[in-house]
T-cell receptor, first 114, second 112 residues
Framework: EADIYQTPRYLVIGTGKKITLECSQTMGHDKMYWYQQDPGMELHLIHYSYGVNSTEKGDLSSESTVSRIRTEHFPLTLESARPSHTSQYLC?????????????FGPGTRLTVL | GEDVEQSLFLSVREGDSSVINCTYTDSSSTYLYWYKQEPGAGLQLLTYIFSNMDMKQDQRLTVLLNKKDKHLSLRIADTQTGDSAIYFCAESSNTGGFKTIFGAGTRLFVKA
């Protein structure tokens, strides 16, 4: 059972609002990721982190920002939400040190921007 | 860059076997994975195979790897309606730091 949590699960918000999507894991994993996924579609990596104070942009350009101040916490922030940000956001983590890079996924946050 | 490709849809009848195929381009792949995503949920690891293996079996799941052709398949025996989901193929290598590439996912529909 993966111990990775995302809140909120669902969020409906108006254009221009600032939002933060929370992601926490209790497995002590060094690597964490944010993916954007339209329903039933492919995953797009938007941010990742190899450890505390490490953040990198992913393959898909995103207006969101992330921070990694603590190992277990990897929040994603949108300063000014727009309807184009409507999507599902999946957080994941992996041990990342050696062996497999098995990723453990949270349940996702479904964001709707009106 | 590295790429992972899958067919988008597969439809089977309940009780039949399902075979989901995947091709990848990274010749330095170390591990190959199959993840399952049910509606409204995150991805869940089903199984993985190390690149020096040809086959791995786990209950109803059989993974076949043809490293020469860079082809991976997932066979689900006795497919049930609960197997309806999106199945993602992924590969990782430790070249330049571990990085995992996901395919676009195959949507499996199981008809009763």
């Amino acid at each position: 059972e993966a111990d990775i949590y995302q809140t909120p699960r669902y969020l409906v918000i108006g254009t221009g609002k600032k939002i933060t999507l929370e992601c926490s894991q209790t497995m002590g994993h060094d690597k964490m990721y944010w993916y954007q996924q339209d329903p039933g579609m492919e995953l797009h990596l938007i941010h990742y982190s190899y450890g505390v104070n490490s953040t990198e942009k992913g393959d898909l350009s995103s207006e969101s920002t992330v921070s990694r101040i603590r190992t277990e916490h990897f929040p994603l922030t949108l300063e000014s939400a727009r309807p184009s940000h409507t999507s599902q956001y999946l957080c994941a983590s992996s041990e990342g040190s050696s062996g497999t890079d098995t990723q453990y996924f949270g349940p996702g946050t479904r964001l709707t921007v009106l | 860059g590295e790429d992972v490709e899958q067919s988008l849809f597969l439809s089977v009848r309940e009780g039949d076997s399902s075979v989901i195929n995947c091709t990848y381009t990274d010749s330095s792949s170390t591990y190959l994975y199959w993840y399952k995503q049910e509606p409204g949920a995150g991805l869940q690891l089903l199984t993985y195979i190390f690149s020096n293996m040809d086959m791995k079996q786990d209950q109803r799941l059989t993974v076949l790897l043809n490293k020469k052709d860079k082809h991976l398949s997932l066979r689900i025996a006795d497919t049930q309606t609960g197997d309806s989901a999106i199945y993602f193929c992924a590969e990782s290598s430790n070249t330049g730091g571990f990085k995992t590439i996901f395919g676009a996912g195959t949507r499996l529909f199981v008809k009763a």
